[in-house]
């Protein structure tokens, strides 16, 4: 079956003629009727393969970033307030990391975008391989990256950022001559509903540890200073 000059699959038909005589034996314009049949119903199944598969691009396209292959900021936003309504509902909490790489623009500068890129896309890659099935990696813009963990309390969370960070000073990224290695993250942590009640608000939290971690020396794990009765005094006050 074809669509569009692309090939969709294979559609397999037997005849099974109710006479209980052998195909060979019917009348040559009822095989001719089967054989149209058979050709139009392949046609129509086709065009709705072909049709689902060009949703399904379309789709991949809208959400996914297209150097790194995550999920990109739009999707984020729509995964954070599914997952916030999800952890209310059954009272589990959200982790949130902001994370980036350190001296990235220096390092862009000095070897060239196809280097950047070569980075962007390694990362991307190791955050694809180094999380849980149904965490939600995404590249929030530049060489910032958010991962949204259901599930994770704050321990857990900070934990789990560190075990990133000192597994990717380990990756090297092969680029031409040498290899790109020895580079870091920084990173913000925070947790709903510990650092805020709405998504927005902890993942502010999470990019302001992330620039405290920055601020502090780089290659390190930062954690959100606010807390929800921080909040609370903040809604009184105002």
């Not at 290695?181 to 992330?210: I, K």
């Not at 971690?213 to 794990?221: E, I, L, M, P, W």
């Amino acid at each position: 079956m074809l669509a569009q000059g692309s090939p969709m699959g294979i559609l397999h038909l037997r005849d099974r003629p109710d006479t209980g005589q052998e195909l060979g034996g019917l009348s040559d314009r009822l095989k001719e009727f089967r054989q149209r049949l058979a050709i139009g119903m392949a046609e129509h199944v086709a065009l709705a393969l072909g049709n689902l598969r060009l949703q399904e691009m379309l789709r991949t396209q809208v959400i996914r970033d297209p150097v790194t292959g995550l999920f990109n900021r739009r999707y984020m936003t729509e995964s954070l307030e599914r997952e916030v309504h999800r952890a209310i509902r059954n009272q589990t909490p959200l982790g949130i990391v902001m994370l980036d790489i350190d001296n990235f623009k220096p390092l862009n500068d000095r070897l060239g975008h196809e280097a950047g890129d070569r980075l962007l896309r390694a990362l991307g890659e190791f955050l694809r391989t180094h999380t849980r099935g149904h965490d939600i990696a995404c590249r929030y813009g530049g060489d910032e990256f958010t991962l949204i963990l259901p599930g994770a309390s704050l321990d857990v969370t900070r934990r789990r950022a560190e075990q990133l960070r000192e597994e990717f000073k380990r990756l090297r990224v092969q680029y031409p001559d040498p290899a790109l290695g020895g580079v870091t993250l920084s990173m913000g942590v925070a947790t709903f509903p510990d650092h805020g009640s709405s998504w927005e608000v902890v993942l502010q939290e999470a990019d302001a540890a992330l620039y405290r971690a920055k601020r502090d020396g780089r290659d390190r794990v930062a954690t959100s200073a606010r807390s929800t009765q921080q909040e609370a005094d903040l809604d009184r006050a105002t």
